[in-house]
T-cell receptor, first 109, second 112 residues
């Protein structure tokens, strides 16, 4: 089957850097996405990696290593508003997006 | 605003009943996905439609069904509802070949 694993919770302080890891057990993913979801809200797209390496978008960066079936989301200069759940999602060749269980990030003052 | 519209926002119904959730995708998006999110859980993929045809199926119960109409809006039908069906149901849409899915605000279903 296809599954992704993430830590359930991460805590960091304002201004810090935090890394949220994602490992997956499948060879069928075309790429890896990251989504942010605030409590009670809809998931919103953050980034997508189709190739190995680092993609940077402002304070957020995402990394993918296909050979290791591993990716991570790096959040820099943390702000209180970054407190949310973060999901990695495998792109199943356009058929659907398979989401990981999510990591709840708490940013402390 | 993602451009994806879901109605209703909230729904409270009794066990054994049937409900229909509606989704209007972003203009131009042919793919529609349905996801279920239970309390503090991840997003469980239910089903995908592309231009009116079923494209992929996840862990969707036999009591649940969906369809996509010619105008590309989609409906998710949930029948013989059980307490465990209480969840947030999200619809998402994307363009063909796109790597980004746009989610609606969800329908919160409470079965009592």
């Amino acid at each position: 089957g296809q599954s992704l694993e993430q830590p359930s919770e991460v805590t960091a302080v304002e201004g810090a850097i935090v890394q949220i890891n994602c490992t997956y057990q499948t060879s069928g993913f075309y790429g890896l996405s990251w989504y942010q979801q605030h409590d009670g809200g809809a998931p919103t797209f953050l980034s997508y990696n189709a190739l190995d390496g680092l993609e940077e978008t402002g304070r957020f960066s995402s990394f993918l290593s296909r050979s290791d079936s591993y990716g991570y989301l790096l959040l820099q200069e943390l702000q209180m508003k970054d407190s949310a759940s973060y999901f990695c999602a495998g792109d199943n060749y356009g058929q659907n997006f398979v989401f990981g269980p999510g990591t709840r990030l708490s940013v402390l003052p | 605003d993602s451009g994806v519209t879901q109605t209703p926002k909230h729904l409270i119904t009794a066990t054994g009943q049937r409900v229909t959730l509606r989704c209007s995708p972003r203009s131009g998006d042919l793919s529609v996905y349905w996801y279920q999110q239970s309390l503090d859980q991840g997003l469980q993929f239910l089903i995908q439609y592309y231009n009116g045809e079923e494209r992929a199926k996840g862990n969707i119960l036999e009591r649940f069904s969906a369809q996509q109409f010619p105008d590309l809006h989609s409906e998710l039908n949930l029948s013989s509802l059980e307490l465990g069906d209480s969840a947030l149901y999200f619809c998402a849409s994307s363009r063909y070949g796109s790597t980004e899915a746009f989610f609606g605000q969800g329908t919160r279903l409470t079965v009592v």
